[in-house]
Nanobody, 115 residues
Framework: QVQLVESGGGLVQPGGSLRLSCAASGFTVNTNVMNWYRQAPGKEREWVAAIFSSGITNYAASVKGRFTISRDNAKNTMFLQMNSLKPEDTAAYYC?????????WGQGTQVTVSS
């Protein structure tokens, strides 16, 4: 059974950092493209970052240079290190994987950037 569980969200001041985790089960993170998405109140869900099985990473322009996506194969977990956070980064963050044509999503973790 495929399952994705996000954690690590919280309240942080502008300029601060958070590290999100996405623990996976039912498949291996290093053989699939793993993605982070986010959704702010009243806005559509948007793609944030991806890590491919090769280890190559890709980022949305809005987070490039501030966010880093990575994975720990031994823990079967993906991470999103978020630095220099801005109020506009406030959103629920979700991890997603596409397996045999079906999308699987976690339940999300809330990130709030506010002073």
């Amino acid at each position: 059974q495929v399952q994705l569980v996000e954690s690590g969200g919280g309240l942080v001041q502008p300029g601060g950092s958070l590290r999100l985790s996405c623990a996976a089960s039912g498949f291996t993170v290093n053989t699939n493209v793993m993605n982070w998405y986010r959704q702010a109140p009243g806005k559509e869900r948007e793609w944030v970052a991806a890590i491919f099985s090769s280890g190559i990473t890709n980022y949305a322009a809005s987070v490039k240079g501030r966010f880093t996506i990575s994975r720990d194969n031994a823990k079967n977990t993906m991470f999103l290190q978020m630095n220099s956070l801005k109020p506009e980064d406030t959103a629920a963050y979700y991890c997603k994987v596409l397996l045999t044509g079906r999308e699987y999503w976690g339940q999300g973790t809330q990130v709030t950037v506010s002073s």
